[in-house]
């Protein structure tokens, strides 16, 4: 479904990404791990089509087709879902009006029919349950003064919604208590099918022990340097990542 | 041209004066046209007109009192969708079948200026132009025109149950339409209303159209004024409001700016007494070579007034927009809450916004926060709306409704709001 290969990336002069190469398919969680600054979020965002990022060299092919080439918008159309790490805030578009108009552009995309409202609002409603969403919070300008746990719900919510083939969570766990990251590792859990696959950007391991990984990716400064089942998770986060940097700098 | 106009009309006025010849309000406008004589008409020397640049409109040969070319029948089509309102139209300056519709409360008075001169002669004596300064030569030439115009008196603790709308069509096909209307308007104590003003424009000549209004707010009365300006590139307009408020009253004026040539409003409130409220919303949504020039000034005299304003612009293409808000806070205002903010949004690199607030203060106990934003689209926010499947030109668009949002969420009445956003759209 998604294959990278040799993928170089650079902010201004500086290279963050220095060659990854990633298979993933259908039905398949994979999980990148890695310390702070070792390239993760840049992966997440480059992926979606954040223009911030220069793409030196490298392939990135999403159902046979040069995701590279594709505006965010295409991507998204095409079934790429990007759960951000800081979702953005936009007062004065409430978050019906924006989910309508998602769907309704993805579907319009797709060559389907826009739903009405009636059919909108029953699956809007029926989507809610995957994470327990407050209503409250449809009626209210997209994030904006929403709590950092209410941000990540809303997140995994829009993809309920939009039922992406290729879900990149960025740091879904970060900022979210126990109990929130149960419910969004629940939602998550409930949306896995044979015909969808997802990539967890994590930090932490213990969002994995809700999500379980197929594969475990451990990425430091820019390369991924170690690769395993969930397993490597597990020792991660017994030992940290210290020994992992060890380990590449004495092979370096 | 407009100055030698503007004197010949002027003069043909006075000579048909049917009694008038020792009021007051003949008298006035005299002085008037005897300032218009003498000063200029404002350049961009002039620290006012710094950024509205009106030479071309000066030079420009306007046909004045190009009236009757609107088909009678057509005035409903005019109309607003769904807003039942007591509706004044104006054919290029001229009001027009007059009071056939009107079907009037007990408490309102409604009725042509020219009318009100003799009918309500101690009232119009009292206000006219003692309120309004002729503190430039558009407003000398207003004072000195004043004819064509209506007079609104709600009565002691009335409040009217419609509101009020003065349509201005300017029927541009076969003229080049200039035309002066004054407004004046008394909300006698405890009252309450509501007036809503917009122009609608008919066919592509240029046009010029300068009106005033004089509002005189008394104790304790409410009033809620519209200002709803959708102009076509040709459409000039300059407009001064002056709004002299008593105590315990309160004032909101809603003002919306579409394009036009040159546009220039002036919004002047005075607040005379205590613990009055005062609002101004505005936004300007400019495109091609539009501008829009925004002044404000609001004097704060008494004790404990709140004066809240929000102007808000979004300028595209080569247009430019003008935003001054000036505060003055006296000595006796104490306890006084001023807050000004004026945002910006360009979406060209050719689009300009020249903004400046002022605020003079001589009160110590007082709280006043400005504060003015200009900026594009945030990337950040683009991106989101984009990563969700949102074409880049559909999330621009839900981008700037939003910012625009803040403001036309103020306005209260549903019909008048879904036209705004439609003509803005």
Redesign the interface.
């Known amino acids: 479904m998604l294959s990278i290969k040799d993928l170089r990336v650079n902010i201004e002069d500086k290279e963050i990404l220095k060659g990854i190469s990633l298979d993933v398919k259908p039905g398949e969680v994979h999980a990148i791990m890695g310390p702070n600054g070792s390239g993760k979020s840049t992966l997440a965002s480059v992926l ?4 911030s990022f220069e793409v030196k060299s490298g392939e990135v092919s999403f159902l046979e087709e040069d995701l590279l080439e594709m ?3 295409e ?3 095409k079934g790429v ?2 759960a ?1 790490q800081y ?2 805030e ?4 409430t978050n019906t ?2 989910l309508r ?2 769907v309704n ?2 579907r319009k ?1 797709r060559g389907q029919e826009k739903l009405d409202a009636v059919s909108f609002l029953k699956l809007r409603n029926e989507k809610m349950k995957v994470v327990d969403l407050d209503p409250e919070l449809l009626n209210r ?1 997209l994030n904006e003064g929403f709590s950092g746990g209410e941000k990540k719900r809303n997140e995994i919510f ?1 993809m309920a919604m ?1 039922e992406p083939k290729l879900a990149i969570l960025d740091e879904t766990d970060s900022g979210l208590d126990i109990d929130a990251l149960k419910t969004v590792a629940n939602g998550v859990n409930s949306l896995k099918s044979e015909n969808n696959a997802f990539i967890v950007v994590t930090h932490y391991q213990r969002l994995l022990d809700y999500i379980v990984p197929d594969y475990v990716h451990v990425l430091y400064k820019g390369k991924i340097v170690k690769s395993g089942t969930k397993e490597l998770a597990l020792e991660l986060e017994e030992k940290g990542y210290d020994w992992i940097k060890e380990e590449v700098e004495t092979i370096s | 041209m407009l100055k030698e106009q503007t004197l010949a009309l002027v003069e043909k006025n006075f000579k048909n004066l049917n009694g008038l010849s020792d009021s007051q309000f003949q008298k006035k406008r005299e002085e008037a046209k005897d300032l218009f004589e003498k000063v200029e008409l404002p350049t961009t020397k002039d620290e006012e007109w710094k950024y509205t640049n009106i030479k071309n409109i000066a030079n420009e040969s306007f046909d004045f009192e190009a009236f009757g070319s609107l088909k009678k029948g057509r005035l409903k089509g005019h109309t607003i969708e769904g807003l039942d309102a007591y509706y004044l139209f104006f054919d290029n300056g001229k009001l027009v079948d007059f009071a056939e519709s009107l079907d009037l409360e007990n408490g309102l008075t409604l009725k042509p200026l020219k009318d009100a001169i003799k009918s309500e002669s101690s009232l119009v004596d009292q206000h006219f132009s003692s309120h309004l300064e002729n503190k430039n030569a558009f407003i000398a030439q207003n004072t000195a025109l004043a004819s064509e115009g209506v007079f609104i008196k709600i009565d002691k603790n009335y409040t009217v149950k419609k509101p009020i709308a003065i349509v201005n069509i300017i029927s541009a096909n076969e003229y080049k339409p200039f035309f002066a209307t004054r407004n004046l308007i008394v909300a006698e104590e405890g009252s309450s209303a509501t007036l809503i003003e917009y122009s609608i424009k008919v066919g592509n000549n240029k046009s010029l159209q300068n009106t005033a209004n004089e509002i005189v707010i008394s104790r304790n009365a409410k009033f809620e004024h519209y200002q709803i300006q959708i102009n076509s590139e040709s459409s000039s307009e300059i407009n001064t409001s002056h709004v002299s408020q008593e105590g315990d009253s309160r004032y909101s004026n809603y003002k919306v700016s579409n394009n036009g040539w040159v546009v220039r409003n002036d919004l002047d409130i005075d607040l005379k007494g205590s613990n009055c409220e005062t609002n101004m919303f505005g936004i300007y949504k400019l495109d091609g070579k539009s501008h829009v020039d925004n002044h404000t000034s609001i004097n704060h005299r008494e004790p404990h007034s709140i004066s809240n304003q929000l102007y808000k612009g979004v300028i595209d293409g080569n247009a430019t927009g003008v935003f001054n808000g000036k505060i003055y806070v006296q000595q006796k205002a104490q306890k006084t809450n001023a807050f000004q903010s004026n945002n910006n949004l360009l979406l060209s690199d050719n689009a300009t916004i020249n903004t400046k607030p002022q605020l003079e203060i001589w009160a110590d106990d007082v709280k006043c926060t400005h504060g003015s934003t200009t900026g594009a689209i945030d990337e950040e926010a683009l991106f989101y709306l984009r990563s969700r499947g949102i074409s880049l030109s559909q999330s621009k668009k839900l981008l700037i409704e939003a910012f625009g949002n803040e403001v036309l969420d103020k306005i209260k009445i549903d019909a008048l709001k879904n036209w705004v956003v439609e003509k803005l759209s």
Request: net charge negative; charged share 15%; glycine share 6%.
């Open positions: 979606a089509g954040r223009d505006a965010p918008e991507r998204a159309q879902f990007l951000f979702p953005v936009i007062p004065g578009v009006t924006f108009t998602a552009e993805i995309a300008s829009q939009l």
